[in-house]
């Protein structure tokens, strides 16, 4: 069954440093994988998705991530933070049956 | 124009008591579904309808019902809640792509049903 694990339940930057936030895929087919954001009080809004296009995959407000088969990775990335990413984020990975199966979320805290 | 809109955003409840949450999508989308966020943020389908037709019911207590009048409108009735109902619950929409891929979900802004 397909599944994600996102390494750290907490990741701590200071702004403007690099934001990395780790996800590790297990999937038996080809994966489209997904990063979510969820901001306080709030719904979940879709940063980016692999669909099997390019394995570099740019999405909202400056993040990005890249898919690598080799280490079964999908970590997300963006060079600078900002005060406002502060937020939980979500891997997400789609099982091929209308379902999408969510990582157990990592929050991102920046001090200025 | 709210994508995915859901009523109420706050509901606090007695235990026992039987409440309803409303999901609406003005994107045209397919699918709906249903997802609930526990206290510790991890985010669980519960449903999903395809043009009013369920197509997903995971481990779910049959107190949970939901009801496609519609493939715009998925509603989550919940009956004799329990202390344990209480959490986040999620609607979310998609359109399904060829080959039963998904381009990802709209979300709603989430209903906060406490129990007490």
């Known amino acids: 069954a397909q599944s994600v694990t996102q390494l750290g339940s907490h990741v701590s930057v200071s702004e403007g440093a690099l934001v990395l936030l780790r996800c590790n895929y297990s999937?038996?087919?080809?994966?489209?994988l997904f990063w979510y954001v969820q901001y306080p009080n709030q719904g979940l809004q879709l940063l980016l998705k692999y669909t099997s296009a390019a394995t570099l995959v740019k999405g909202i407000n400056g993040f990005e991530a890249e898919f690598k088969k080799s280490e079964t990775s999908f970590h997300l990335t963006k060079p600078s933070a900002h005060m406002s990413d502060a937020a939980e984020y979500f891997c997400?990975?789609?099982?091929?049956?209308?379902?999408?199966?969510f990582g157990t979320g990592t929050r991102l805290l920046v001090s200025p | 124009d709210t994508a995915v809109s859901q009523t109420p955003k706050y509901l606090v409840t007695q235990m026992g008591n039987d409440k309803s949450i409303k999901c609406e999508q003005n994107?045209?989308?397919?699918?709906m579904y249903w997802y609930k966020q526990d206290s510790k943020k991890f985010l669980k389908i519960m449903f999903s309808?395809?043009?009013?037709?369920?197509?997903i019911n995971e481990t779910v207590p049959n107190r949970f019902s939901p009801k496609s009048p519609d493939k715009a409108h998925l509603n989550l009735h919940i009956n004799s809640l329990e202390l344990g109902d209480s959490a986040v619950y999620f609607c979310?929409?998609?359109?399904?792509?060829?080959?039963?891929?998904?381009?990802?979900?709209?979300f709603g802004s989430g209903t906060r049903l406490t129990v007490v």
């Open positions: 997400a990975v789609n099982t091929g049956f209308q379902k999408l199966v």
């Open positions: 994107l045209g989308h397919d699918t």
């Open positions: 979310a929409s998609s359109q399904e792509g060829a080959g039963s891929t998904n381009y990802g979900y709209t």
């Open positions: 309808y395809n043009n009013k037709e369920l197509i």
């Open positions: 999937s038996s087919v080809p994966p489209y």
